[in-house]
Nanobody
Framework: QAQLAESGGGLVQTGGSLRLACAASGRTFSVYAMGWFRQAPGKEREFVATIKWSSGSTYYADSVKGRFTISRDNPKKTMYLQMNSLKPEDTAVYYC??????????????????WGQGTQVTVSS
């Protein structure tokens, strides 16, 4: 069973940067892709970015494209989300997730079977 642990959340000012990390452990051999989602109070969990574990191919939500960068370190089994030019609208709990379902581009919560505990990102206005 794969286990995920996020880190790197915190409080930043508008325009600032933050890097989130998600370390995977346990049974990870079947992971096809990993991704980041975020959820603000009263809102649905929304897709942020995803990366195929083997190829490194990436895909971003329009709301973060050009500002966020997803990457991975295969030997460390760690995924990162570099967030630049942060806006108050980016404030949310950010979750990392791992998918064992083979899809071209997994962007739905249902595509992911394993989730981290979440890390709070707050951007002050």
């Amino acid at each position: 069973q794969a286990q995920l642990a996020e880190s790197g959340g915190g409080l930043v000012q508008t325009g600032g940067s933050l890097r989130l990390a998600c370390a995977a452990s346990g049974r990870t051999f079947s992971v096809y892709a990993m991704g980041w989602f975020r959820q603000a109070p009263g809102k649905e969990r929304e897709f942020v970015a995803t990366i195929k574990w083997s190829s490194g191919s990436t895909y971003y939500a329009d709301s973060v494209k050009g500002r966020f960068t997803i990457s991975r370190d295969n030997p460390k089994k760690t995924m990162y989300l570099q967030m630049n030019s942060l806006k108050p609208e980016d404030t949310a709990v950010y979750y990392c997730a791992a998918s064992t379902v083979v899809r071209t581009i997994p962007t739905r919560t249902g595509d992911y079977g394993y989730w981290g505990q979440g890390t709070q990102v707050t951007v002050s206005s």
